[in-house]
């Protein structure tokens, strides 16, 4: 009760008042939360960090393909960050090109992390399997009515600069605070995670997101496990 306390205090009142348009607007009610997309492609750029020193600090840009259908999520990105992963003392700047897939097909409430990662031209590409805390995975699926049937709070409206004005949605997903993000035409724009088993933050901004036409099956062909 004290981390959603802690959270809800962060959105709404600690928010400067010239970004945040809802908390002291009378004629502001509340809202029916939006639906999101089932399948979609998009293009994104992400940060990721966390509180162990130089552990993680992480910038990525590429595409998303998501599919609640298949339960798995696959992320194409070129990396940006600290070479020490996890670490306390800073490291050298490194970078890298990835394939990461997130199968969330399991029943036992973990994720199979699949991750395809390239760090130089005279390296071959290396992939590992990692199995994740759903809590821990900087990817997710989402049922269409997610934010309804999960009672998701409506926490105001944040003008932000490629976007515009955006009402603010936040959920507790598996004690994960995430926070949605929509433009005034309602499109998905953005999503936070906080993890607090990791005590990471990610950030995730979403442009050119199409939800309108189906996904190539082959694009999630071969994602269950690294070759051989």
Known sequence: MKLILIYLLLNIILIRGETNKFVFDSMQTGKVAPLLPEEYVTNFIQHKWDNNGFGVSHISVGNIWSSFSRKIV???SAQHGWKSNNA???????????ISIFDFTRTDGLVNNIIYNK??????????NYTLTRDSA?????????LRVSNAMFTGQEL???YGLCDKWVVFFDKVP?????NSTGKWVRVDFIGPSTKASVVNYFFNMDSEQKLDSEVFEGFNECES
């Open 88 to 98: 306390t003392t800073r490291g050298a700047r490194s970078g890298s090109i990835q």
């Open 119 to 128: 760090e130089s031209m005279k390296r071959k590409p290396v992939c590992n």
């Open 160 to 162: 932000m600069n490629d």
């Open 178 to 182: 995430v926070t949605f993000y929509f």
């Open 138 to 146: 900087v990817m997710q699926v989402f049922p269409t009515n997610f």
């Open 74 to 76: 696959r992320v194409d």
